[in-house]
């Protein structure tokens, strides 16, 4: 059993042990053969955030083979406790063994083929990954973009698919980790009910963090991660994917690859029994099995709530230290802030002192569009108001010390 103590104090013998730590690694001190000891730290950018305590200790368990009638029941339930966290209600829903990128890319090449029309809302950085993705398979993209910090508004989205009603999907960030960004997806959901049209949604950092309710909502193609609100160790990409994105996925003119057949990976994690497919990393299931049995037990409206009340304290706190956040506030996400650098502050500095003096890691600006910008997460076990007052606690106080230097 594992026990990790993620609220540590950030007095000087901690400060002490960060700058040990770093010595060692970077100055590479450590024998090759010497047992790995990284540092400690909170975990508060854009993600990885800090996996549960459970969720440590299930990866511990003894490994089952990948065809062993016990671990294919954990399997199961872990595709049905998924199906709940993302609000599905008859939607495929299974991790794959890969990064929420691979989500993206598999949703892409699974619904589009070369030459077909798609329409993306870009306002930040992952959008434009979407675009880039979608290019690379050939797609015809539109863009339809808006600021750093803004929503794309739906009603632009449905113009441009007035203007190309043959477009086989649109696809939006529902939680923009570039710029702390939340999309009205549910909302546009209901606006494109009854065209044939797909919607597919990036939700790495929405799931088990904000309402999301791909049934309900019309969302066609949904993925996420696991390390993010869902808590869990990084490395499987959890995807939602509906009927009529199926069928279009079985009536598509290209071959996708081996690795992310969507009906393939349905015969191995869901149809009984089994039909081998590849080798699940075993500790993964594990962990998100606790994660997500953890999100079940917590209760999705108390879960959201729980972010919320993190993200609102965080806010408080950097406003009333002179701080701004760059989303705009009819939209912001509440698991990830990203705040406003000021004048002349040297934002780069400010994290590492933050992350060697304080233990705690934030995020910068993402690519080269990105404005001068801290990526604040408050995600899974470390969204609640004592790591907002901790981290809100500690930039100011950095802050105050170089402005007075």
Not at 241 to 270: G, H, I, K, N
Not at 333 to 346: C, F, I, M, N, T
Not at 360 to 371: D, N, T
Request: glycine share 10%; with cysteine; proline share 7%.
């Amino acid at each position: 059993m594992v026990s990790v103590t993620l609220l540590s104090p950030s007095g000087p013998e901690r400060r002490d042990d960060a700058r040990t730590a770093h010595a060692s690694v970077s100055g590479h001190n450590r024998s090759p053969m010497s047992e790995l000891s990284p540092p400690s730290r909170l975990l508060c950018g854009p993600g990885p955030t800090n996996a549960e305590p459970a969720v440590l200790e299930a990866m511990q368990l003894p490994i089952l083979g990948h065809m062993d009638p016990d671990l294919q029941d954990i399997l199961l339930e872990v595709v049905d406790l998924l199906g709940r966290a993302y609000g599905a209600s008859g939607e495929l829903v299974l991790p794959l063994q890969s990064t929420g990128t691979s989500g993206m890319e598999t949703g892409i090449a699974s619904l589009v083929d070369p030459g077909d029309v798609v329409i993306i809302g870009v306002n930040g950085y992952f959008g434009a990954r979407m675009v880039e993705i979608a290019e690379r398979w050939g797609a015809e993209v539109v863009r339809v973009d808006a600021d750093w910090g803004e929503h794309v508004p739906n009603e632009r989205l449905l113009g441009a698919l007035d203007d190309h009603p043959g477009a086989r999907l649109v696809a939006i960030v529902h939680a923009e980790t570039s710029t702390g960004v939340e999309h009205p997806l549910a909302e546009l959901g209901a606006q494109l009910s009854g065209r044939d049209t797909l919607l597919m949604a990036d939700c790495v950092t929405s799931l088990g963090g904000v309402e999301l309710r791909v049934g309900d909502w019309g969302v066609d193609y949904a993925y996420s991660c696991t390390q993010k609100c869902l808590g869990s160790a990084p490395g499987m990409s959890p995807i939602a994917v509906s009927e009529r994105a199926l069928q279009r996925f079985d009536a598509r003119r290209t071959t996708l690859p081996f690795t992310f057949d969507l009906r393939l990976l349905e015969r191995y994690w869901v149809n009984r029994p089994a039909t081998y497919h590849h080798t699940v990393p075993v500790p993964q299931v594990y962990a998100l099995h606790a994660a997500l049995t953890g999100v079940v037990e917590e209760g999705l409206e108390a879960r959201w709530e729980r972010h919320r009340a993190a993200a609102a304290r965080f806010a408080q706190r950097i406003g009333a230290g002179g701080l701004e956040l760059l989303a705009d506030p009819e939209h912001r996400l509440a698991p990830l802030s990203a705040v406003r650098v000021p004048e002349g502050a040297d934002g780069a500095a400010v994290q590492r002192e933050l992350l060697y003096e304080h233990g705690i890691e934030v995020g910068g600006g993402l690519g080269p569009a990105a404005p001068p910008i801290w990526r604040v997460g408050l995600m899974g076990h470390n969204a609640n108001e004592a790591t907002a007052d901790r981290v809100a606690g500690a930039l100011l106080e950095v802050l105050g010390r170089r402005s007075s230097n």
